[in-house]
């Protein structure tokens, strides 16, 4: 990554702030304010406060990732914005790679700031550390598929949303039996395994994270991802009308 590249940085850095980083802000302040009027009417609360980090980061997490990865690399060539940003040599693959990982960062930091606006309200701290590993890691695998879909066309955002929707629907279908075409549960092997990493669910606080050869299935298939989006900026011109 080249010097001219580092240049950018902090102006990523502040469009994700004012972003995906002012949702997450207030999301913290909100329910902070939500779980302190809880903990007041009813002191039991409390107890709790890792099904209340459960809830929230399940219903929070994927949501962040679209908004942050939305368009990363569609919008500047729709609108045009390519032409100025790449007047000068700079790589549009270290760009948008760049990109991508700033907003890693700011995405990243949604559990910690869960976990104090918990313990500010309700005074029990909840270890954000597991929460964080599941939350980066679906960064990788939906933030990678919205990466990878903005480097050809599109609608990246629509198109990462109805894969993961779709794969969770099939996965569940699969383990509670119910008789899907077989041809639904072969698609699904080849889907990103968006199964594989779980928050929990509040009477079950534990995460689902990979295991074993699991991490190579899940770590391989989202830096894939990232991959082919990055040998598509290295070797197609931004101004192709055929990614239009």
């Given at each position: ?11 990523q ?8 980083g ?13 779980l ?5 009417n009813?002191?039991?609360?409390v107890?709790g ?13 994927w949501?962040?990732?679209?908004l942050?990865?939305s368009g990363?690399?569609s919008?500047d060539?729709?609108?045009g ?13 270290w ?17 910690l700031l ?5 313990q ?7 270890d954000p ?36 929707l779709?794969?969770g629907a099939?996965?569940t ?11 639904f ?6 889907l990103?395994?968006f199964?594989l ?9 534990g ?23 990055l040998?598509?900026?290295r ?10």
């Open positions: 990554m080249n010097r001219a590249v580092l240049r950018y940085a902090r102006w850095l502040w469009d994700h702030l004012k972003g995906s002012r949702i997450i802000g207030l999301a913290a302040v909100v329910i902070g304010l939500l302190w009027r809880l903990r007041v009813n002191p039991d609360a107890q406060a890792e099904a209340a980090m459960t809830g929230f980061l399940g219903s929070l997490s949501p962040l990732i679209l942050a990865t990363i690399i919008t060539r729709v609108e914005f390519n032409r100025a940003l790449f007047s000068a040599p700079v790589s549009p693959m760009y948008y790679l760049q990109r991508w990982l700033i907003g890693g960062v700011v995405i990243g930091t949604l559990p869960l976990s104090v606006s918990v500010l309200a309700m005074g029990t701290w909840v550390w597991p929460f964080t590993a599941v939350h980066l890691l679906l960064y990788l695998l939906l933030g990678g598929l919205v990466f990878c879909w903005s480097s050809f066309g599109r609608r990246d955002w629509a198109i990462a949303l109805s894969l993961y779709g794969q099939i996965h279908a699969q383990v509670q039996g119910f008789p899907l075409p077989r041809i549960f072969q698609v699904n092997q080849l990103p395994p199964h990493v779980d928050f929990g669910v509040p009477t079950n606080h995460v689902t994270l990979p295991s074993g050869m699991e991490w190579l299935h899940f770590v391989g298939y989202g830096v894939g991802l990232m991959v082919v989006g040998l598509v900026l070797f197609r011109p931004m101004g192709s009308g055929a990614r239009g």
